[in-house]
Nanobody, 127 residues
Framework: QLQLVESGGGLVQAGGSLRLSCAAS????????MGWFRQAPGKEREFVTA????????VYADSVKGRFTISRDNAKSTVYLQMNSLKTEDTAVYFC????????????????????WGQGTQVTVSS
């Protein structure tokens, strides 16, 4: 029903910036909570950030708060992740995910809340 495709990943030097995009097809992003997760080699997938369907509520992992910004443009069926002041520990495959509007922002951090996932885009931060 919903397909998600991430783009914008690549190699960047520590301290630099990168903007990821997640484009949806099949259905519009309206009424979906959108999240970003990441997974580094040998580590479990972890929550990065999420945004409510209206954009009014956002949640960030402590490790990225103040550096990353999530936004969405429902008219373009696209969600963005602006990443600034990148660190080597940000190196991972980044996945976007979508969930039908959740009851509470407390569930935004839980990957089990999300129904649809993109294939991921690699972000590599060099020292």
């Amino acid at each position: 029903q919903l397909q998600l495709v991430e783009s914008g990943g690549g190699l960047v030097q520590a301290g630099g910036s990168l903007r990821l995009s997640c484009a949806a097809s099949g259905r519009a992003l309206s009424r979906y909570v959108m999240g970003w997760f990441r997974q580094a080699p040998g580590k479990e997938r972890e929550f990065v950030t999420a945004i409510s369907w209206s954009g009014g509520n956002t949640v960030y992992a402590d490790s990225v708060k103040g550096r990353f910004t999530i936004s969405r443009d429902n008219a373009k069926s696209t969600v963005y992740l602006q990443m600034n002041s990148l660190k080597t520990e940000d190196t991972a495959v980044y996945f976007c995910a979508a969930a039908i509007t959740l009851s509470s922002t407390a569930t935004y951090r839980t990957q089990e809340s999300y129904h649809y996932w993109g294939q991921g885009t690699q972000v590599t931060v060099s020292s």
